[in-house]
């Protein structure tokens, strides 16, 4: 886990918002391409081809469940050995692809810039391991005059990872912020999920896979027009749901 150093302590909106906390894959960046056209090489290597519903369900997993996913695809069985090492094809494929562009998602720099400028807490939160995270990671902080995330969260650091609302709560934990005064954007299911497991509000991108309405959730095509009011609002519209729940 890393962070840019920013003090803790900044001051809350009047809506109650102190922290923010992003996804990077498919929601900040473009690079969810990356990791299919790495899969899609990886299965016609193994002599099939994989389907593009087993793609999408493979968004925002871990590596070892989306190798469980193309194998059962393609109806193909790995030993341990084989698993791994197809691993780690698949991860310095993404890595070569990441080192040499970076594509923000429409809205997505402004969103990060406004938030950052509000003073706002930051946090990035992935399931990406991070040797590949920090790749991307470079690239966004490069757009910044300073470091635009306090904290930096990914996979291989977190004890369980999404759905499992572990990733967000250690990223809270590690802001001093509370759920209830932090808004999570992600564009997959596990993600979305693991957000609100976490007692987050949560801002749903569409993306690859569909996710369906839920309690705290509100959903956008995208984050292009995407701003501070828009992000208390989701906040607010947590708060009413768990008040109209009790």
């Given at each position: 886990m890393a962070g840019s150093g920013r003090e803790p302590?900044?001051?809350a909106t009047a809506e109650g918002?102190?922290?923010v906390l992003f996804d990077m894959d498919g929601t900040l960046v473009e690079t969810e391409e990356y990791w299919g056209e790495a899969m899609f090489e990886l299965a016609g290597q193994l002599g099939g081809r994989m389907s593009a519903e087993a793609r999408a369900?493979?968004?925002?997993?871990?590596?070892r469940v989306a190798m469980d996913i193309l194998y059962a695809d393609l109806g193909v069985t790995r030993t341990e050995e084989q698993t791994r090492?197809?691993?780690?094809?698949i991860m310095d494929a993404v890595a070569r692809?990441?080192?040499e562009r970076l594509i923000w998602l429409p809205g997505a720099q402004e969103l990060l810039?406004?938030?950052?400028?509000?003073?706002?807490?930051?946090?990035l939160v992935t399931t990406t391991p991070r040797r590949l995270a920090d790749l991307v990671i470079t690239h966004i902080e490069a757009a910044f005059a300073d470091g635009p995330f306090d904290v930096t969260v990914c996979g291989d650091e977190v004890p369980a990872r999404k759905p499992d609302p572990a990733p967000y709560l250690q990223a809270m934990a590690a802001l001093g912020v509370s759920p209830g005064e932090s808004v999570v954007i992600e564009d997959s299911l596990v993600g979305v999920t693991s957000g609100l497991a976490a007692g987050a509000a949560v801002l749903g991108v569409a993306g690859l896979q569909a996710v369906s309405p839920a309690s705290g959730l509100v959903?956008?095509?995208?984050?292009?027009?995407?701003?501070?009011?828009?992000?208390?609002?989701?906040?607010?519209?947590?708060?009413?749901?768990e008040s109209a729940a009790r």
């Open positions: 302590g900044t001051p918002l102190r922290a369900a493979t968004v925002g997993t871990s590596m090492a197809d691993v780690e094809q692809r990441m080192s810039a406004a938030v950052h400028e509000a003073g706002l807490r930051t946090a959903q956008v095509d995208s984050l292009a027009g995407i701003g501070l009011p828009e992000l208390s609002d989701v906040l607010a519209h947590r708060r009413l749901a």
